[in-house]
């Protein structure tokens, strides 16, 4: 699991900013999302989120928080193989063009086993890394490629890319597999198609991700598919309308409202991540959703049967009225001052009243992290 994330440099983030996953054990049943440890999901997991919601004005930095974590993991999970040897990153930095991006996670696996790495990159070169287990350096790595490893020493180090992580080189010789496979994260996305072929791979993931929606009111009874003459493997999705006189109409799934549409591809991309542990990154979760459904879609991460694995959901959103569902400690402000992003947890704002309506609180903007309305973008400082 994902206990903490910091960010330097990168986008509009300028000073050093937290994501910090990590619930006050005492309150975490009262007042915040972290699944209770079974045997399935080991006792050595603390209190550590299951959930992270983050809110902010557009333009805020919400998504710069996702596109860091996705670049954290692109560069930790898949630079050797992904990345070129003469290709750059894309320039990261808005506020330091001569100072690098740097970037630390911390992580808890089910044995108990607490796993840190730190990394700094400029768009050319990584410049530092370092992976700690347990407090015990495995390795590190310094400007030109100076390298400290007992564990690695048997690598070609001189095979080792500017560009590459040495992570990501490491595992590509077999080592430290466990530890790359931490960093990757899923991500959430939904393309507004309605495809009305699918994989037959996918036909038992789509009749559980209906089962799990199939009381939100859809309309629709059941789905079927069909196969299609000619295509190997594909099937036409069909969506099931029982009428007052009991007869069945079978619709096309592209027939289907988007948001339906919608509802049920997020389901399963949900559902993916439920099924095996890991972490999903989706921006904006509530589009074309109702409230109360994405209420639901959130609640499966905060359930120990439908999230044995402790998997975690970290997404964005402008929805303020799932807020006192989902708690101080899940969720994340953000907002700009001087073109910068500052991000901090409910939890720790000082204006926090817990007797009051988080929702109420947020569009009456005590707190922050809401658009401010009327001002110009160089005066709103």
């Known amino acids: ?5 910091t960010i330097e440099n ?14 006050d054990p005492e309150q975490a049943d009262l007042h915040g999302w972290a699944v209770p440890a079974t045997e399935e999901n ?37 630079s050797q193989t992904e990345v070129k040897a003469d290709e750059n990153f894309p320039n990261f930095s808005w506020f330091g063009q001569d100072k690098p991006t740097k970037m630390s996670v911390e992580f808890l696996r089910p044995n108990g086993h607490k796993v840190e790495y730190e990394i700094s990159f400029t768009n050319e070169a990584i410049l530092f890394e370092k992976l700690e287990i347990n407090n015990e350096e495995i390795f590190k790595r310094e400007e030109k490629n100076q390298i400290v490893s007992e564990q690695l020493e048997s690598l070609p180090f001189r095979n080792l890319r500017r560009n590459a992580s040495l992570l990501s080189f490491a595992a590509s010789y077999g080592h430290l597999e466990d530890i790359h496979s931490l960093f990757n994260f899923a991500l959430c996305y939904f393309d507004g198609s309605k495809p009305n072929a699918v994989q037959e791979k996918d036909i038992p993931k789509l009749k559980q991700a209906f089962k799990l929606i199939s009381d939100l009111d859809l309309g629709i009874s ?11 493997e594909k099937h036409a999705l069909f969506a099931h309308h029982r009428l007052p006189t009991g007869e069945v ?28 542990g890991g972490i999903l990154l989706a921006d ?30 970290i997404c964005t959103s402008h929805l303020p009225d799932i807020m006192d569902e989902v708690g101080e400690y899940n969720i994340f402000l953000t907002e700009k001052r ?21 929702r109420a609180a947020y569009l009456q903007k005590i707190y922050g992290g809401v658009p401010r309305i009327g001002r110009p973008a160089d005066q709103a400082n």
Do not use: C
């Open 42 to 78: 080991s006792q050595h997991y603390p209190d550590i989120a299951t959930l992270a919601v983050l809110y902010g004005a557009n333009g805020a930095g919400k998504s710069t928080i996702l596109s860091a974590l996705k670049s954290l993991s692109f560069i930790a999970y898949a």
């Open 284 to 313: 904006e979760i509530e589009e074309k959703l109702h409230p109360l459904a994405v209420f639901r879609l959130l609640e499966l991460f905060n359930d120990p049967e439908t999230n044995p694995h402790k998997a975690q959901l």
């Open 222 to 232: 059941d789905i079927s598919f069909q196969e299609i003459p000619g295509k190997e």
């Open 338 to 358: 001087h073109q910068a992003t500052r991000l901090w947890r409910l939890d720790d704002d000082k204006h926090l009243d817990e007797s009051q309506s988080f």
């Open 249 to 276: 109409k079978k619709l096309l799934w592209h027939s289907e409202s988007d948001g339906t549409a919608h509802l049920l591809s997020v389901m399963f991309m949900l559902q993916n991540i439920l099924n095996k």
């Open 10 to 23: 990168f986008s509009s983030i300028n000073e050093k900013q937290v994501l910090d996953l990590n619930v």
């Open 1 to 5: 699991m994902l206990s903490k994330f």
